[in-house]
């Protein structure tokens, strides 16, 4: 029955071919607006163990209302505003992949260092980089989406491209709390007071080289680019003070109470419609206090007051112009926690029907949980699949 | 021990699930593709340079003295010699300078981001005239190319893409006719040469031959240039590409020889 329902939709959206008006623009004097928005929604198929029996997974839900403002004053100052007004609502604890407030900054582009203040992406991770939206999956990895470290925050990046912006640098300080900066602890940061610190270089060949996953132009020669990144942040809390709630994230690696270190390595290459991506990340965390529940209840002899996280992953996909078709297929494998015996490992292929390229395309994604970490992330269900509809406008 | 069937059908059904999805994705994928294309041509560059504008995203061949007048994202106009070395550049500064085009004695340039047409002397680059041409499309997706189509009398405006709207215009700027696109994902530039409008597609890395009246696509030429986004014919009608990221100016043979 569902498989006849997806066959029907696939079907009848293969007909709508009309192409749409993409964003909005008004230019006035020096300055000019943009207006654009996203509307996605997906239904989502969990298969559970057997031993499982709580079906509400299986749902037609919304992904995004995104609303965006983006606006320039000639080639100089840009600002932007986007919020999600489905996961605006959230106000306890903020999905990493879907915040409310997507993007609020300003920046000035008139000297040879960029300079953006406010909340924005972060310069870290070039899975994390690369726009959802332009790739045929629903969600990020596990290690990219916001659960390992964060992907946005609220601070202020420098960033320069030099050798025809085959070579990009960005450098940054930011609160160190991510997407829970606002409700967080009422709006102020947390008791340490300290920051994160982001530094991150990447260089492509022989030509310049955007976050794109997918190689929608066919590039009609080899393209490659790599990068380095690390992130540096010492919020030991003063005292008695505590973190405030839910800014550990899922595995409490996220914001942790003492020093954070990670650093990590991509790179990706385009041909001929084909293209690849791999990423590693290794997490060193010293939490301050040796009771934290990072450690376990180790010794300081096992633990040597060092705990270990991170992991890697690899990418491939296929863009077939003639059926306006993406397909790709990834695999990671991840550990929460070196203290802790397991890991996890997952595959995930995804398929994209291009309507109208991007901005209006229908999207499946399948999921399969290949290993389970049982210590640190049992799981309730085996395979997941959803089929949903994005629309840029 | 207690069998719970209710469980097991729904494991026996999730196999039989994954194969009804797997051949109806096959169905689909035989529906989703088109095959359809108009007959092309592959053609080979036959020399490049490397250009020191910075990110070029057009280009026009000056027929009287041979130098190739260039836009730069950055909004500034630089003339070049023949292979692609700055000779000057215009002081006034544009936004987003995207195309260009010569006509007697002028230089005119669109900026896509204000939607303005910038008018410059040809002599001494000063601007002469600026133009404001409305236009409601993404701030990126707005007039990537100008051209003047002689067998039409008219300016043409091309917008890049969701839709690519072909616009014509009157020496005022003021719009007489417009028309959808539906021959390519995106057009990068356009220029009339010789009795046909040629098109230029970045993401089909393609030249588009169009009837000049109805702009219907003739023929289409392949190409094997990384982001190309200006496109001009010299008077042999050799062909000169711009490519944009990895700032090169590619030279192929006239296309009446390929065909």
Same mark, same amino acid.
């Given at each position: 029955?569902? @498989?006849k329902k997806i066959i029907l939709s696939l079907l009848f959206c293969s007909f709508i071919?009309?192409?749409?008006? *993409?964003?909005? *623009? /008004? @230019?006035?004097?020096?300055?000019? /607006?943009e207006l654009s928005g996203i509307v996605a929604g997906f239904?989502?198929?969990r298969i559970l163990k057997p031993e499982e029996d709580n079906f509400k997974n299986n749902k037609l839900a919304l992904r995004n209302i995104i609303f965006c403002v983006n606006g320039r004053v000639e080639n100089k100052w840009e600002y932007e505003f986007q919020a999600d007004f489905l996961n605006m609502s959230n106000s306890t604890m903020a999905d990493p992949e879907n915040p409310g407030i997507v993007t609020a900054f300003i920046a000035y582009k008139a000297l040879p260092v960029k300079i953006k203040f406010g909340y924005d992406k972060l310069p870290y991770s070039q899975g994390a980089l690369a726009s959802i939206y332009e790739t045929p999956y629903w969600s990020r990895t596990q290690i990219t989406r916001g659960d390992f470290f964060s992907r946005r925050d609220v601070g202020i990046t420098l960033s320069s491209s030099l050798w025809r912006q085959r070579l990009n640098i960005y450098a940054g300080a930011y609160t160190g709390l991510g997407e829970t900066v606002f409700t967080a602890n009422g709006g102020d940061v947390d008791p340490s007071g300290s920051l994160e610190y982001i530094g991150r270089i990447d260089a492509a060949f022989p030509s310049r080289y955007r976050y794109d996953e997918i190689d929608y132009k066919h590039s009609p020669i080899p393209l490659i680019r790599i990068g380095a990144n690390t992130r540096y942040t010492d919020k030991t809390q003063p005292g008695d003070n505590t973190l405030p709630l839910n800014v550990a994230g899922i595995y409490g690696l996220k914001v942790i109470n003492g020093k954070k270190l990670i650093y990590g390595f991509d790179i990706s290459i385009a041909y001929q419609g084909f293209s690849a991506q791999a990423e590693s990340q290794l997490l060193k965390l010293n939490p301050a206090k040796s009771d934290d529940l990072l450690y376990h209840n180790t010794t300081e002899d096992v633990s040597e007051?060092? /705990?270990?996280a991170g992991g890697f992953q690899g990418q491939v996909n296929y863009f077939w112009k003639s059926a306006k078709s993406l397909f790709s297929a990834r695999y990671e494998n991840y550990n929460t926690n070196d203290l802790v015996s397991g890991s996890a490992e997952r595959v995930s292929a995804a398929y994209a029907y291009q309507i109208n390229g991007f901005k209006n395309s229908i999207k499946i994604q399948y999921?399969? /949980?290949? @290993?389970?970490?049982?210590?640190?992330?049992?799981?309730?269900?085996t395979d997941q699949i959803r089929i949903g509809w994005q629309y840029m406008f | 021990m207690k069998i719970n069937y209710k469980k097991i059908t729904r494991n026996c059904n999730s196999g039989l699930l994954k194969k009804k999805i797997f051949f109806a994705s096959l169905i689909f994928l035989f529906c989703a593709y088109t095959g359809k294309e108009v007959s092309f041509t592959k053609i080979k560059y036959v020399a490049k340079n490397s250009v020191n504008v910075p990110e070029p995203s057009d280009i026009a061949f000056d027929k009287e003295t041979r130098h190739l007048f260039i836009p &730069?994202?950055?909004?500034?106009?630089?003339?070049?010699? =023949? !292979?692609?070395?700055? !000779?000057?550049?215009?002081?006034? !500064?544009g936004w987003d300078f995207e195309g260009v085009e010569i006509k007697? &004695?002028?230089?005119?340039? =669109?900026?896509? &981001?204000s939607r303005k047409i910038y008018k410059y002397n040809k002599k001494d680059l000063t601007i002469e005239t600026v133009y404001s041409v409305p236009y409601c499309g993404g701030r990126n997706e707005g007039f990537e190319s100008i051209t003047y189509n002689d067998s039409k009398k008219c300016f043409v405006l091309i917008s890049e893409k969701n839709p690519v709207s072909i616009i014509e215009l009157n020496e005022n700027f003021q719009i007489i006719n417009q028309q959808i696109f539906e021959g390519s994902r995106d057009i990068s530039s356009a220029r009339w040469f010789n009795g046909y409008m040629y098109l230029l597609s970045d993401e089909d890395r393609c030249i588009l031959q169009c009837d000049p009246h109805t702009y219907k696509v003739k023929h289409v030429f392949k190409i094997d240039v990384i982001n190309p986004e200006g496109i001009s014919f010299d008077n042999s009608g050799n062909v000169i590409i711009a490519a944009d990221d990895i700032q090169h100016l590619y030279y192929f043979n006239p296309l009446s020889s390929t065909l």
């Amino acid at each position: 029955m569902i @498989a006849k329902k997806i066959i029907l939709s696939l079907l009848f959206c293969s007909f709508i071919n009309y192409e749409i008006e *993409a964003q909005t *623009a /008004i @230019a006035v004097g020096n300055k000019s /607006i943009e207006l654009s928005g996203i509307v996605a929604g997906f239904y989502n198929y969990r298969i559970l163990k057997p031993e499982e029996d709580n079906f509400k997974n299986n749902k037609l839900a919304l992904r995004n209302i995104i609303f965006c403002v983006n606006g320039r004053v000639e080639n100089k100052w840009e600002y932007e505003f986007q919020a999600d007004f489905l996961n605006m609502s959230n106000s306890t604890m903020a999905d990493p992949e879907n915040p409310g407030i997507v993007t609020a900054f300003i920046a000035y582009k008139a000297l040879p260092v960029k300079i953006k203040f406010g909340y924005d992406k972060l310069p870290y991770s070039q899975g994390a980089l690369a726009s959802i939206y332009e790739t045929p999956y629903w969600s990020r990895t596990q290690i990219t989406r916001g659960d390992f470290f964060s992907r946005r925050d609220v601070g202020i990046t420098l960033s320069s491209s030099l050798w025809r912006q085959r070579l990009n640098i960005y450098a940054g300080a930011y609160t160190g709390l991510g997407e829970t900066v606002f409700t967080a602890n009422g709006g102020d940061v947390d008791p340490s007071g300290s920051l994160e610190y982001i530094g991150r270089i990447d260089a492509a060949f022989p030509s310049r080289y955007r976050y794109d996953e997918i190689d929608y132009k066919h590039s009609p020669i080899p393209l490659i680019r790599i990068g380095a990144n690390t992130r540096y942040t010492d919020k030991t809390q003063p005292g008695d003070n505590t973190l405030p709630l839910n800014v550990a994230g899922i595995y409490g690696l996220k914001v942790i109470n003492g020093k954070k270190l990670i650093y990590g390595f991509d790179i990706s290459i385009a041909y001929q419609g084909f293209s690849a991506q791999a990423e590693s990340q290794l997490l060193k965390l010293n939490p301050a206090k040796s009771d934290d529940l990072l450690y376990h209840n180790t010794t300081e002899d096992v633990s040597e007051k060092v /705990i270990y996280a991170g992991g890697f992953q690899g990418q491939v996909n296929y863009f077939w112009k003639s059926a306006k078709s993406l397909f790709s297929a990834r695999y990671e494998n991840y550990n929460t926690n070196d203290l802790v015996s397991g890991s996890a490992e997952r595959v995930s292929a995804a398929y994209a029907y291009q309507i109208n390229g991007f901005k209006n395309s229908i999207k499946i994604q399948y999921f399969k /949980i290949l @290993a389970e970490d049982e210590n640190s992330e049992p799981l309730k269900w085996t395979d997941q699949i959803r089929i949903g509809w994005q629309y840029m406008f | 021990m207690k069998i719970n069937y209710k469980k097991i059908t729904r494991n026996c059904n999730s196999g039989l699930l994954k194969k009804k999805i797997f051949f109806a994705s096959l169905i689909f994928l035989f529906c989703a593709y088109t095959g359809k294309e108009v007959s092309f041509t592959k053609i080979k560059y036959v020399a490049k340079n490397s250009v020191n504008v910075p990110e070029p995203s057009d280009i026009a061949f000056d027929k009287e003295t041979r130098h190739l007048f260039i836009p &730069s994202d950055n909004g500034i106009l630089f003339e070049c010699d =023949s !292979l692609g070395k700055i !000779l000057r550049k215009a002081e006034t !500064l544009g936004w987003d300078f995207e195309g260009v085009e010569i006509k007697d &004695s002028a230089v005119f340039v =669109s900026d896509e &981001s204000s939607r303005k047409i910038y008018k410059y002397n040809k002599k001494d680059l000063t601007i002469e005239t600026v133009y404001s041409v409305p236009y409601c499309g993404g701030r990126n997706e707005g007039f990537e190319s100008i051209t003047y189509n002689d067998s039409k009398k008219c300016f043409v405006l091309i917008s890049e893409k969701n839709p690519v709207s072909i616009i014509e215009l009157n020496e005022n700027f003021q719009i007489i006719n417009q028309q959808i696109f539906e021959g390519s994902r995106d057009i990068s530039s356009a220029r009339w040469f010789n009795g046909y409008m040629y098109l230029l597609s970045d993401e089909d890395r393609c030249i588009l031959q169009c009837d000049p009246h109805t702009y219907k696509v003739k023929h289409v030429f392949k190409i094997d240039v990384i982001n190309p986004e200006g496109i001009s014919f010299d008077n042999s009608g050799n062909v000169i590409i711009a490519a944009d990221d990895i700032q090169h100016l590619y030279y192929f043979n006239p296309l009446s020889s390929t065909l």
